[in-house]
């Protein structure tokens, strides 16, 4: 099925200031859970370039540090978000959040924190799994929508209230592959 494709412009963040701060982030999480087993519970879609990126920024902190470790484990949960005009929107779990997070130290990597409610009902889920702790870290914040109060450990930028794509994020499914944060022209 095609979609008419709204042009995506302009760079809100580039290429190399994501990379810069996804840098800093490794380091700050390597830092804080170092000689610990950590896992990194991305959210799809959207957040898995950030995700994939991440992983590595702290494996390079742990290379540059030689002497201490953080052992990473990947696990992913997907969750819909159903619209309805008269309603907030209802957020469902449709894959992950296993058993297996029991007991362990557990940081969800998102793309975007906007109204906050996915977050909201992902942190909710996760406490009925008994996990030793969980943190959050999202690439992207946008406080000014924010209809439910959710607390974010990591931020990698935040940004003002415009719909973005690109590095993930998408407009119809469309934009992912975009190596930078993008505001679309026209939605
Ligand atoms: P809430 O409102 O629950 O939203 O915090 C979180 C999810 O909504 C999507 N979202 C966006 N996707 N550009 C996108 O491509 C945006 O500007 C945007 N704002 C919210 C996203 O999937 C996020 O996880
Ligand atoms: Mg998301």
Redesign the pocket.
Known sequence: MSVTKPFPESVLISESCLQNRIRELGTQIFTDYENQELVLLG?LR?SVLFFADLARAIFKAQHESQTREVTLRFEFVQLV?YHDSTQPSTVQLIRGGSDYLKQRHVLIV??????????NFLCEHLQTLNPKTVKVCTLLD?PSQRQVSVAVDYIGFEIPDT???GYG???AQQYRNLPYIAVLESI
């Open positions: 959210v959207g978000s998102e793309d975007i924190v906007d109204t906050g409610r996915t977050l946008k719909f973005v794509v994020l998408d407009y």
